[in-house]
DNA sequence: CGTCCATATATGAAAAGTCATATATTCGCG
DNA sequence: CGCGAATATATGACTTTTCATATATGGACG
C-alpha cells in the first residue's frame, strides 16, 4: 500500500515551482559558469530584441521582481556597462549598451539551444503546456 | 501584422516562472497578511504531516533553498518556536512544535482551498498538467 | 495656472541570502 | 582500532533583497 501523498507532493503550486527550478537548473549552472546571475540574466532577455528601451517598471514585472531590487539590480549592471539609464518624463528607459546586447545575444541562443532539448524531451506534450502556462499567467 | 514575438514571451524558463510566481501570487499575499514569509511556508508545507522529523538537507532540497540558507531559517523559525531541532548523528532532524504544527494545518488548509479554485478553472487539462511538470521534475 | 492626487523611480536602514569554509560525524579499509 | 575521505550541518564575511519612504513628474480640476 502506498501511504497518502503528503500534501507538499501533490500541491500544484509546488510542483509549479519545483518544476521551473528543475528545468532552469542545468541552464543556471551555465550563467553562473560564465559569472552572470539569474536576476541580471532574465533583465537581459527582457530586453533582448526590445528595441527602444523598456522601463524600470516592466522590466520589474517581467522579472518577477520588485521595484526597488530592479532599480539596484539596474545600477549594478550600469556600472557594469551593460546598459543605459535614459530619463524620459517621469520614466526610465533601459536600452542595452553594445557589450549588453552582446552577451544578451550570447545567452540567448545558449538558452534557445537548451530550451529545444526540453521541449524535444516532451515533444508532444509541450504546444498544450505552453499555452496552459499562458493561461495561468493570464489569470 | 502581429511583429515576431520576443525571446522572452515564449521561453519556455520564463513561461514555467511566470506561471509559478502568477498562480502562487494571491496565496503568497495571504501569506504575508497572516506574517508569515514565502520560505518559512515552504517549510512548515513540508514538515505538515512528516511524523519523525526531516532533515536540513530534505528541506532544502524540498524547498529549493541552498543548505545555509535553509540553516539560517530554522534558527529563525526555531527562535519562534515553530520548529525544534534533534541532533541525530550527523544529521539534524527538524520537528514542528505544536505551535508550528497547528499554523502549519491552518495554512495547508488555506493552500488546499486555493489549489481547488485554481484547478477548477482548468478542470480539464489539470491532471495532465500535473503529471507533465511531475515529468519535468524528473529530469 | 496652482493645488491635490496618482504614477514612476530612487534610496536608506534592516533582513535575508550566498559563498567559502569550519566543525562534526560516519564510513571504508589497511 | 585509527586514519583519510565523504557527508551533514553550521557559521562568518559579504552581497542582494526588502520595506518603508523620499523625490520627482504628469494629470485632473477648481
Redesign the interface.
Known amino acids: 500500500m502506498t501511504p497518502p501523498p503528503?500534501?507538499?507532493e501533490?500541491?500544484?503550486?509546488?510542483?509549479?515551482?519545483?518544476?521551473?527550478?528543475?528545468?532552469?537548473a542545468a541552464?543556471h549552472a551555465r550563467l553562473k559558469a560564465r559569472g552572470v546571475a539569474v536576476p541580471a540574466w532574465?533583465v537581459l532577455?527582457?530586453l533582448?530584441?526590445?528595441g527602444e528601451g523598456v522601463t524600470v517598471g516592466q522590466l520589474g514585472q517581467?522579472c518577477?521582481m520588485q521595484q526597488p531590487t530592479m532599480s539596484k539590480l539596474l545600477d549594478r549592471m550600469q556600472a557594469e556597462g551593460l546598459l543605459a539609464r535614459a530619463r524620459r518624463g517621469r520614466q526610465t528607459r533601459i536600452t542595452l549598451t553594445e557589450e549588453g546586447a552582446a552577451l544578451a545575444d550570447s545567452l540567448?541562443t545558449e538558452?534557445?539551444a537548451?530550451?529545444a532539448a526540453?521541449?524535444a524531451r516532451?515533444a508532444e506534450?509541450?504546444p498544450?503546456?505552453?499555452a496552459?502556462?499562458?493561461?495561468?499567467?493570464s489569470?
Open positions: 503528503r500534501f507538499v501533490d500541491y500544484l503550486l509546488a510542483l509549479l515551482a519545483q518544476a521551473s527550478h528543475a528545468a532552469s541552464f532574465r532577455a527582457t533582448h530584441g526590445a517581467s518577477l540567448v538558452a534557445r537548451h530550451e526540453l521541449l516532451h506534450a509541450a498544450a503546456l505552453k496552459l502556462l499562458r493561461a495561468i499567467i489569470g
